[in-house]
């Protein structure tokens, strides 16, 4: 590809595309994920990645495994979009003469990409986690509770009680990520769908850091000549080698990050202050190895996720379709 001519639409359609297919493939991973970050010490509902997938489709039907896909679907669009057309950009602006770029660039790159994408990362995953974690509630609440259907709609409110309290509540089945955005910009505006933005910064920006140089290295290796692609298969596997040794890189920071966007908390599940208390306090009373909760999921995620993204970016599917386009003359 041209290093004098970058296509942004075409940019911002293969990542789109490459985020749907991804998504679609790896979300029941990324759900198990979540709810094993979120258990705490003593109160274990799930063994293993396995034990939670078998766990959830038994309480919940194949669906459940889905829970939050919407509103991943929806926003991983942009999302992924703008990481990709991001790195590329800044790698473009800081090439000279089109030269190599160094691997210090190449982590500035990947910077500046980390740090464009939680704008739209921070909503996506504030949402996608609530849903995501409803189950493993319901799952820890030995005694269901039977309401009547006004009460049910009365349970509605939780969100504006959950996050400033952390007491004990019912989990609603039926809420929706509309409902909970409505219900977080009505209490807390704008900002309460950014509760944290630090932690997702400290996640997405070291992981673009680690994966777009690391990334651009591996794929390097696999072309035949210095003027060339490299095969299809091979950008595959530079996506998914890169994605997952960055993901499990920075797995300490997403714990944290799930731990920071769970609104509702099950019984005496611990309530945290910013990152450097949510830290001092998964240390104090989990250990180290808490950080760790959810690494092999979330490389499980990120590896095919990232490969099949490059896959979409490299093969130019966005180049195709605005090439074919009759919109476009």
Not at 80 to 100: C, P, Q, S, T, V
Not at 158 to 173: E, I, Q
Request: net charge positive.
């Amino acid at each position: 590809m041209s290093q004098q001519q970058i296509s942004l639409p075409a940019k911002l359609i293969n990542g789109g595309i490459a985020g749907i297919v991804g998504v679609t493939c790896v979300f029941p991973i990324d759900l198990a994920k979540t709810r094993l970050q979120n258990q705490r010490q003593g109160q274990q509902i799930y063994k293993s990645m396995m034990d939670c997938l078998v766990k959830t489709v038994r309480s919940e039907g194949y669906f459940g495994m889905y829970r939050g896909a919407a509103v991943n679907l929806t926003l991983v669009t942009p999302e992924k979009a703008i990481k990709l057309a991001a790195n590329d950009f800044f790698r473009h602006h800081l090439a000279k003469d089109g030269k190599r770029l160094t691997v210090f660039k190449e982590m500035l790159a990947g910077c500046g990409a980390g740090t464009c994408q939680v704008v739209i990362t921070t909503p996506m995953e504030m949402l996608k986690i609530q849903l995501q974690d409803a189950g493993r509630l319901s799952a820890q609440q030995q005694k269901p509770v039977m309401m009547s259907p006004t009460k049910l709609v009365a349970t509605n409110t939780v969100l504006s009680r959950a996050y400033n309290s952390g007491t004990v509540v019912s989990v609603p089945r039926a809420v929706s990520a509309t409902q909970i955005a409505k219900e977080l910009l009505r209490t807390q505006g704008v900002q309460g769908l950014y509760k944290g933005l630090g932690a997702t910064l400290m996640r997405d920006v070291p992981f673009s850091v680690v994966y777009f140089p690391l990334f651009a290295n591996l794929n390097r290796l696999g072309k035949p000549c210095p003027g060339e692609s490299s095969p299809f298969y091979w950008a595959f596997l530079s996506g998914c080698v890169a994605g997952s040794t960055a993901a499990v890189a920075v797995n300490p920071c997403d714990v944290v990050k799930t731990r920071l966007q769970s609104l509702n908390k099950g019984s005496n599940e611990e309530t945290y202050n910013g990152v450097v208390d949510c830290v001092s306090k998964i240390m104090r009373k989990e250990g180290p190895s808490a950080f760790l909760k959810g690494a092999g999921c979330r490389a499980l995620v990120i590896a095919p996720l990232f490969g099949i993204a490059q896959v979409m970016y490299f093969v130019g599917v966005g180049e195709y379709i605005l090439d074919n386009s009759p919109l476009i003359g």
